[in-house]
């Protein structure tokens, strides 16, 4: 699968020459999406079916009107607060279905009348607080839930989480030991590297291990269970209850309170919230896609608009474009669109006759899933990745996240909105009138310097409220074409623009164009991200930490250099199969240097990438040498060969062996296109070479190897060793 050079055939070719790779993808996104589409009903205060039936409607509707290649559509975590609130302040679900059916409609409009770009209007840092607070919100509700008891039903979040103390002195036991099992699970499974366990989903495995403990509690009747002198009561009042006759779990809207204020707060709520975090979600999935296929925003947004209108209609949630489930697909080689679809079929037949397995599914387990998925979103991570940006991305977060646990979403946004313009407002150092000025009416010239050049200079104020200005400029531009922005006039650059602008640069240089932003070499910065605001003085060099000063020596004595900072530049790596679908964040002590006797260019550095996105996002670490061949060899993968390697070969997954060399080809998974070269490459002497070495993960681009052992940092004396396979390695290749 990683070694199909062009892009994956769509529509019914797809189909035909895909469909078994896509089809184990979508099984692993339906045992996720099963428990997580319950739990978000559940913890909505809705009916489990609500769940389920958009999860149904997101794969099997969805995936027929939108561009998205490798997205998931279901119900998601973000609208859990504001179904649960709309409930109780409508005094009833269906007239809350009426609201998810006009918000659905003003999707499909917004979409149609191509006003998706609005949500650039949104600061980054005002988006991740919002998703932070909504982790908080989540997390706040259910562990209420996963003690046993129920979250208050009125107050801010801050005092759900408060009431949390008194649930905890009031628990019951035997729903708290559910729930901590399977948060450990959970908490534990990305340590385990085995392919097998990595291959069950996390969810899974929580249930695998709750529903036992289910028939152990018998949770199936009404009862009470004795524990030092106190009896807790267990019975089915725990358990998910889905209806034996699925026409029992269709509920029909009521438009009755559409002429109320409330109705149409909570559709605004609704449309927002849904929008914002379906179009977010569509950029970010377009980063992992291997392939980087494009998106198209509007058409997306129209269709989750269309299947939540349907949805409401039969009783269900809204649908969007999900994180979680979409990296999932991802992560298990999904190649087109249509592992959307079959991971909806794949629902409906687990509704349809496995309805008895689902009715054992403990309430605790999928309130430990949505615990870790709110940790997650406000995890010690996010606010240290923010803090990394600049510190005032860290304060414009928590000014998000913070107003919206005490007002409420739209007002936490609102907040976030006003408080950033007043960040930029104190490092521009101009007066109020003068601020404004140059944000409305901002100075943007716009050169035609000979046939091919365009020169874009931007004036005052640069930033998230200008993106749509500077992206219709250069979107009328074109293709093909040298673009230089420059904003060596603009007094500030925020976060939010400068992403834009850099990541519309390494799309347009793919494309054939050329694209240089200047100017910025004239402002101080907050931190030494590309993207940071600049405005600040760089902060000041840390000392080196023991590992860094091993390090350090390690390049002295290979003559060689060492750069403990962090740099953000980490594109190469994309070029590597393993990197392709990963968020790669940052590279760290860095060591360059030349092995002068095979004229080979090499490096090593620490590299910090994520697996997965959001709520899904996995942090991981690892120390990759790289060896830059001043001649060519074909592209492959070598890695240790498990048990699951083998059964994949059903879905297409190749591996080249070796009959003469059986002990190799057991102990090792070759995989690359070119059978013929790469065979050539691997020839006795390489072949004996890698038997009596430490097993490496290698691949190559063709132009470079890309080597690392462990997903974790390498110590001073692995990295050493690292360095010497290297060397070793390039003595043995047949060119």
């Known amino acids: 699968m990683i070694f199909i050079q062009n892009t994956p055939a769509t529509g019914f070719k797809g189909i035909t020459k895909h469909w078994r790779i896509d089809l184990?993808?979508?099984?692993?996104?339906?045992?996720?999406?099963l428990p997580l589409s319950i739990g978000i009903a559940l913890s909505s205060g809705v009916s489990p079916m609500a769940g389920i039936m958009a999860a149904i409607i997101g794969g099997t509707v969805t995936t027929l009107f939108r561009s998205s290649h490798v997205a998931i559509n279901g119900p998601a975590n973000s609208l859990i607060v504001v179904v649960a609130t709309g409930v109780g302040l409508l005094n009833g679900y269906q007239y809350l279905l009426a609201a998810f059916i006009v918000a659905g409609g003003i999707q499909i409009v917004v979409g149609l009348l191509k006003w998706g770009k609005i949500s650039d209007l949104l600061p980054v840092s005002v988006i991740q607080g919002m998703l932070a607070a909504i982790g908080v919100m989540i997390l706040s509700k259910e562990l209420h839930v996963a003690l046993g008891g129920v979250a208050p039903k009125t107050g801010n979040?801050?005092?759900?989480?408060?009431?949390?103390?008194?649930?905890?002195?009031?628990q019951n036991p035997f729903i708290t030991i559910i729930s901590t099992i399977s948060l450990v699970i959970l908490v534990a499974y990305s340590q385990f590297k085995n392919k097998v366990v990595q291959f069950v989903p996390a969810p899974v495995w929580v249930l695998l291990f709750a529903i036992p403990l289910v028939f152990l509690f018998n949770f199936f009747k009404e009862h009470t269970i004795p524990l030092f002198n106190k009896s807790y009561q267990v019975g089915p009042q725990h358990l998910v209850n889905i209806p034996k006759n699925l026409k029992d779990g269709f509920a029909m809207a009521d438009f009755s309170k559409i002429s109320t204020v409330t109705f149409w707060v909570l559709v605004l709520q609704i449309t927002l919230l849904a929008t914002i975090e379906s179009l977010v979600s569509?950029?970010?999935?377009?980063?992992?896609?291997?392939?980087?296929?494009p998106t198209h925003a509007n058409q997306d947004l129209a269709a989750v608009g269309f299947s939540t209108v349907l949805s409401g209609l039969i009783g269900g949630l809204p649908t969007i474009t999900v994180v979680a489930r979409s990296s999932v697909n991802v992560n298990n080689g999904a190649l087109t669109k249509w592992s959307n679809f079959y991971h909806g079929i794949i629902l409906l037949i687990f509704v349809v006759f496995?309805?008895?397995?689902?009715?054992?599914?403990?309430?605790?387990?999928?309130?430990?899933?949505?615990?870790?998925?709110?940790?997650?979103?406000?995890?010690?991570?996010?606010?240290?990745?923010?803090?990394r940006k600049g510190w005032e991305q860290l304060a414009i977060m928590l000014a998000t996240l913070l107003s919206t646990l005490f007002f409420g979403l739209l007002w936490g946004i609102l907040i976030g909105i006003l408080f950033t313009l007043g960040v930029h407002h104190a490092f521009s150092r101009k007066n109020y009138q003068n601020f404004f000025s140059d944000l409305f009416r901002p100075n943007i010239s716009y050169t035609h310097e000979t046939e091919n050049t365009y020169h874009i200079s931007i004036i005052g104020i640069a930033n998230f409220y200008n993106l749509l200005r500077v992206k219709k400029l250069l979107d009328n531009i074109g293709s093909n074409r040298h673009i230089i922005l420059d904003f060596a006039k603009a007094s500030v650059v925020d976060f939010t623009l400068l992403e834009y602008t850099q990541e519309y640069a390494r799309n347009y240089h793919q494309q054939g164009g050329?694209?240089?932003i200047v100017g910025l070499n004239v402002h101080q910065t907050t931190s030494n991200h590309p993207n940071a605001l600049h405005a600040l003085r760089r902060p000041k060099r840390k000392f080196l930490n023991p590992r860094q000063l091993a390090l350090q020596k390690i390049a002295t004595q290979h003559s060689s250099s060492f750069r403990p900072e962090i740099q953000w530049d980490n594109?190469?790596?994309?070029?590597?199969?393993?990197?392709?679908?990963?968020?790669?964040?940052?590279?760290?002590n860095t060591l360059q240097g030349l092995h002068d006797d095979c004229n080979t260019r090499w490096e090593i550095f620490d590299i910090t990438f994520v697996?997965?996105?959001?709520?899904?996002?996995?942090?991981y670490y690892?120390?990759?040498?790289?060896?830059?061949?001043?001649?060519?060899?074909?592209?492959?993968?070598?890695?240790?060969?498990?048990?699951?390697?083998?059964l994949k070969k059903f879905a297409g997954y190749g591996d080249i062996n070796f009959k003469e060399h059986k002990e190799f080809s057991s102990r090792f998974l070759l995989k690359g296109v070119d059978k013929a070269y790469i065979t050539y490459l691997f020839n006795e002497e390489l072949i004996d070479f890698l038997q009596s070495q430490e097993t490496y993960h290698l691949e190559s681009n063709g132009t470079a190897i890309c080597i690392f052992k462990n997903i974790r940092h390498s110590s001073p004396t692995e990295t050493e060793n690292m360095l010497e396979f290297g060397r070793n390695l390039l003595k043995h290749l047949k060119t």
């Open 157 to 170: 979040t801050i005092q759900v989480l408060m009431a949390v103390p008194t649930t905890f002195m009031t």
């Open 282 to 293: 569509s950029k970010a999935i377009e980063k992992i896609d291997p392939y980087k296929r």
């Open 571 to 588: 594109h190469g790596l994309k070029k590597f199969p393993y990197f392709r679908n990963k968020i790669l964040e940052y590279k760290t």
């Open 622 to 646: 690892a120390t990759v040498h790289i060896l830059y061949l001043p001649f060519k060899i074909p592209v492959f993968v070598l890695e240790k060969e498990a048990l699951l390697d083998k």
């Open 24 to 33: 184990i993808a979508a099984f692993s996104v339906s045992l996720v999406a």
């Open 514 to 516: 050329q694209f240089d």
């Open 354 to 387: 496995f309805g008895a397995i689902i009715r054992e599914i403990p309430r605790a387990a999928l309130s430990a899933i949505l615990i870790y998925t709110g940790y997650k979103l406000a995890a010690p991570r996010v606010f240290r990745d923010a803090y």
């Open 611 to 619: 697996k997965g996105l959001l709520s899904d996002a996995e942090v």
